[in-house]
């Protein structure tokens, strides 16, 4: 193989990765219409269009892509007519990256949570904004669905209630905006609906909504 033809082909790939990439953008432009500048900014970022094009139809994400998930998520925020315009921007933007990242995540087994996906995303997400509340309920967003899951199916009762005391300590103050997300997160796909019962049961001090 030539010199000429290695670059062809490395040029060809660019090409064809900058054309895909460009027609990621506009369809998440035309599915999320993003309202303000933080938002057109994100769908800029090679990094963060990459993991909108990531997924495939799996039990949770029959829609595939996050890109889909995350216009399911941002289609729940608009059917709650009650948001002041903060909390619609938080929700709005947690929504936009809380999934991103997933293709950069580390699985491997023990898991390492600093390459969380939602770990990710928070760190991606300081270049953007510093809005603790935002940024916390990014990082913390599977915690309530973890934590029902080691209690009610891994029978670990204890190690569970304690995770998910930590998660109520951590979100303290942001506790309804938290709660706001995972429901709109989990009335998704074809999710289980446990864990957003169980949270809705076990939670003081939320204001619940439906939708």
Known sequence: MTATHNFTLKQWKLNWNSRR??????????LFQPENEIEQLLLKQPEFLKGLDWGFPRYGHPEGKVLYHV???????????????ITRKRLRLIT?????????EDKNRPRDWTKHHSMLARIFLTKFTDDSSTLDVTELHDEAFYSWRMIHLAQKVEKGQARF?????????NLQLYYLFFKCDTRTGDKIQA?????????????????
Request: glycine share 4%; charged share 30%.
């Open 195 to 211: 864990p957003l019962k169980w949270f809705e049961s076990e939670v003081e001090g939320i204001e619940l909504v439906d939708f």
């Open 21 to 30: 990439m460009q027609a990621i953008q506009e369809e998440a432009i035309d």
């Open 165 to 173: 005391q930590h998660l109520l300590d951590r979100i303290g103050g």
């Open 71 to 85: 216009q399911e998520v941002l289609e729940n925020i608009n059917k709650i007519t009650t948001l002041s315009p």
């Open 96 to 104: 936009f990256v809380h999934d991103t990242f997933k293709y950069e």
